[in-house]
């Protein structure tokens, strides 16, 4: 376990220097292609995006990334980038889980109840929501989610929620919902393979053979069984939510990581736009990281 646990983190070093400099590359290239720097240079991209990689990495163990101004006109005030990776951090985190947690409960209840009515009307149906869920774009289900509000609000007078902006209440809604389709459709398909596959394996038969109640067999056999799979699908759905982050977060209104990254790329604002890239590149592998842990927790086999 300490071995795999150095692996992973020297891992994770080394990725997140890879996101610094491709990151520092991009902003290069940008500026190149859109004539922001003279076409004669004694550095080649590749270069010049070493040197800022290193000049940003000097300046975050030093703790002095700067700051960036937000606002406009005289409300436009000067904000330590620190500052504005936690306040944006914050928002999308709880984006986040609260999308996942939709995505978990009724993916995991919806796919669990295909696998029991395998066959059936409700399981037929159910994959082929999945198959929709996986498939549309996360920006037409949120303008879609949004055209809907709106000719209710026209056609009753009555305001569900809110199409846009930020707050902890209803405005949480539709962003939520649209970030949490895809996962909830990949983690309910999956729930219901894996509880399939599962269910249909010799030591099932024996227990079903031995008198074993209903309970017992799902409960004490199929589900555990059918454990890393789900676990799987679960990281699965936290990189579809992190790659629709900035999209969704764009549509409405929602000032949090993938807004304020879109801002930066279009500002070419490189600590900010790295600091983000950061942030979200370090959630992910350690969410993927707690996940391999669980792993070994939940299938023995794993240890070894």
Known sequence: MGRFLLRRLVAIV?????????????????????????????????????????????NLFRGTLGSVYRGTGRNRVAVPIVSVVADTYVKSLGLILFALLIAATVGIVAGALAAVWEGSILSTSVLTATLLGISLPSFFTAVLLQVMEIVWYRRTGVRLVPVGGFGWDAHIVLPALVLAARPLAQIARMTAVAMSEAAHQDFVRTAWAKGLSTKQIWGGHVVPNAAVSILTALGLSMRFSLGSLPVVEYFFGWPGLGATLLT???????????????????????????????????DPRLRV
């Open 264 to 298: 930066a790329i279009q500002g070419r604002q490189l600590n900010l736009l790295v600091s983000l890239a950061l942030a979200l590149g370090m959630t992910f592998m350690l969410v993927n990281l707690l996940l391999d842990l669980a792993y070994r927790w939940v």
């Open 14 to 58: 080394l990725i997140s220097l890879a996101i610094v400099f491709f990151c520092a590359l991009g902003i290069e290239l940008m500026r190149q292609s859109t004539g922001g720097m003279p076409r004669v240079q004694p550095l080649s991209p590749l270069a010049r995006a070493l040197r800022e990689a290193r000049s940003y990495l000097s």
